[in-house]
C-alpha cells in the first residue's frame, strides 16, 4: 500500500482497514474500488493531514486516483478490488491443479493478449485457477514475481514483469467471473 508514511501527503485506501493490518481513522473499513477496461483501478485517497482546499478549510473527504499496473499499491488493491466484487468468498485456496491452470493462462494471454477468453476456454477448471491467482495476488508484490518466474519456468518464455503479470491477473479473474458459474 502506498501512502503519506508521516510526511502529510495523501494515503491511498486500497484496502478494507483492519483486516490488512492498518487500522486507524484514516482508513475506510469498506472501500469501492473501481477497475477500468484498460486494468487501471480507480481507489479513494485520504487528503493529508494537513490539506486545505483554496478558501483555507481542512480537506476532510476523501478524493481519488487512477494508479496502473506497476505503480505503488496497485497489486494490493487489485487484490481488494477482486474481494469486493466477491465479498462473500472465503480466502484464497491454491491447489496444485489450480496453481498449473493459473501458470498456464497466464502465459497463454501474455503470448496472446488479444484472446484472453479463448486461453481461460482452455482451462479444465478455471474456478481452481482462479482461486490460485487470487491467492498469488493475496501475497503483494513477491508473491507476483516469484509467480511469473515459475511460469517462466513451466512454461517457458521470459519472466513476465511483475506488473504485467498482475495486469493479465487482473483480465483473467474478470473474464472467469463474467461467466456464469
Known sequence: MTGAGGDGGPSVWPVGGERFG????????????????????????????HEEDAAGDAVIEPGSMVIRPGEGGYIEA?????SEQHPDRGEAVSTASGREQAMAV????????DHVAEAVDA?????????ALRHVLVGGTPSVQAFAGEVADEEGGDVIPPHTATRIIGEVLAEIDARPV
Do not use: F, K, Q
Open 22 to 49: 492498518c487500522a486507524s481513522e484514516r482508513v475506510l473499513p469498506i472501500v469501492s474500488i473501481i477497475r477500468h477496461d484498460d486494468g487501471s483501478l480507480t481507489v479513494p485517497v485520504a487528503p493529508g493531514r
Open 78 to 82: 487489485l487484490a481488494e478490488w477482486e
Open 106 to 113: 497466464v502465459h497463454a494471454v501474455a503470448e496472446d493478449p
Open 123 to 131: 482451462l479444465d477448471d478455471p474456478t481452481a485457477g482462479a482461486e
